[in-house]
């Protein structure tokens, strides 16, 4: 199992706790550290994605469950798909689209629940604007929840990304949300679990 970089300091910490409390004749301790330690294993888990082939198709930046769909029409971006990752999904993103990042921007803020209508606009988050080989414009936003307090954003501007390419991860519980253009068909409803990288949010038609 592929494990992000980021999580060895968090994995190796702890486990190296474990070990001192086992050394230490403090088992019960040992087996909590240890408990732990497989606890963040799975947090960081970076499991291989085959992003699907064809025309037009935008696919989920994050492993999770689709809490809102907003159709944000004179707002410049058709829709905004929003999507929950709590502490047992995969927290690393994935472009949706093939394309240039045109903008990433970092903005401070609060740490409300991700799920939250209001985390959109208030909580801490990092926009990542991709444009399609049409020139289309595709948003990606990076929000920090409660939990979650480290946004990780590896590309910059002017890189070129493919679907379903790695560009980041949040850590411990989070939010992420897709803005598609206009000329889309969103094909998630609210409620349902997405894949990373594999499954299709919506279709440039």
């Known amino acids: 199992m592929k494990i992000a970089k980021e999580g060895y300091p968090f994995i190796l910490t702890v486990a190296g706790l474990a070990l001192l409390a086992f050394l230490g004749g403090w088992a019960w301790i040992g087996w909590g550290f240890a408990l732990l330690a497989l606890a963040f294993l799975g947090f960081f888990r970076d499991p291989e994605r085959i992003a699907p082939e064809?025309?037009?198709?935008?696919?989920?930046?994050?492993?999770?469950?689709?809490?809102?769909i907003r159709d944000l029409r004179g707002e410049g971006l058709r829709t905004r798909v929003s999507i929950f990752l709590s502490p047992l999904d995969v927290h690393i993103n994935r472009s949706p689209v093939e394309g240039k990042v045109e903008e990433v921007r970092y903005q401070a803020g609060k740490f409300f629940a991700a799920y939250k209508e209001e985390a959109s606009e208030a909580n801490e988050r990092n926009a990542v604007t991709?444009?399609?080989?049409?020139?289309?414009?595709?948003?990606?936003?990076?929000?920090?929840?409660?939990?979650?307090r480290r946004i990780v954003c590896k590309t910059r501007e002017g890189d070129w990304l493919e679907r379903g390419q790695r560009f980041g991860l949040i850590r411990f519980g989070s939010r992420v949300d897709l803005f598609v253009p206009d000329g889309s068909r969103v094909e998630v409803i609210e409620g349902q679990r997405v894949t990373g990288g594999e499954t299709i949010i919506a279709r440039m038609v």
């Open 54 to 68: 064809g025309e037009g198709l935008v696919v989920s930046p994050a492993d999770g469950r689709v809490t809102a």
């Open 130 to 148: 991709l444009v399609d080989k049409q020139g289309r414009r595709f948003g990606v936003v990076q929000i920090a929840g409660v939990v979650a």
